[in-house]
């Protein structure tokens, strides 16, 4: 047996992380959305208690909006890396962009409809695709397999808004970047950390369902859904500005 047979040929990862545009909008807002998507789930939170399916379902218009808001604003499109060529023409760039990230100021040049058709189009792929995918995780985690099937269905679609919206906006239907994704090998950034954030607050939210304090907020799924917005702004901010260019290690 050869070398080449014996050992199983490895992913090795390329990705870099991901910065928000150059921008002072994209400066300021990528501060100000954590802070808005965390007031709006505050102030829902009673509601989502006292009926969870009517509100979750409700929510996922304005969480879907302000997530669509923050890419367009923030994030380099899937559309923006087809317009970068491997060999960047320095006679092509102002002087000014020369001395910064020549990728993230050429993101600017993108059409805003473009971006907009990228996030819509980010909306259907995370909505569409991964929503399934996360139910099925979900199920196989320990959600109710036999009730509660709504319930289960609208945490998979606020899960995959969090974590999966921004990768799709970004990264679009990259086959080489979503094999890294399935593998956990992104480098950290505020986008993989919200989606890494976002699936540990899920596990995490989980603890108090089963404790006996009988309260209304312990029923299935509020305080999972709470864990993961909570993980959504922790990972996100960790991302940013602990762990960023850091990847998760397995061994």
Not at 13 to 19: A, D, E, G, R, V
Not at 80 to 89: D, T
Not at 94 to 117: E, F, T
């Amino acid at each position: 047996m050869t070398d080449l047979e014996a050992k199983p040929r490895e992913i090795v990862p390329t990705s870099q992380p991901i910065s928000i545009l150059p921008s002072d909008t994209a400066r300021v807002y990528t501060h100000i959305h954590p802070v808005l998507l965390f007031v709006y789930y505050y102030l829902r939170f009673p509601v989502i208690v006292a009926n969870p399916v009517p509100a979750l379902f409700f929510d996922l218009v304005p969480i879907s909006i302000l997530q669509s808001l923050y890419a367009v604003l923030c994030l380099p499109s899937s559309m923006y890396w087809k317009h970068v060529p491997s060999k960047p023409n320095k006679t092509s760039l102002p002087r000014k962009a020369k001395s910064s990230n020549p990728k993230a100021v050429s993101a600017l040049h993108i059409a805003l409809p473009n971006r907009i058709l990228s996030t819509v189009l980010s909306l259907v792929y995370s909505l569409g695709l991964c929503t399934p995918v996360l139910l099925i995780i979900t199920i196989l985690m320990g959600a109710p397999l036999t009730t509660h099937h709504a319930h289960t269905l609208l945490l998979a679609a606020h899960m995959s808004l969090l974590a999966a919206h921004p990768l799709f906006y970004v990264y679009g239907l990259d086959l080489t970047t979503w094999k890294e994704v399935a593998g956990g090998m992104l480098p950290f950034d505020e986008i993989w950390g919200a989606t890494v954030g976002t699936l540990v607050g899920c596990w995490l939210g989980a603890i108090p369902i089963p404790l006996d304090w009988d309260r209304a907020w312990q029923k299935w799924p509020v305080t999972v859904v709470t864990g993961a917005y909570a993980g959504w702004a922790v990972g996100r901010f960790l991302g940013a500005w602990v762990l960023r260019g850091r990847r998760i290690k397995f061994d």
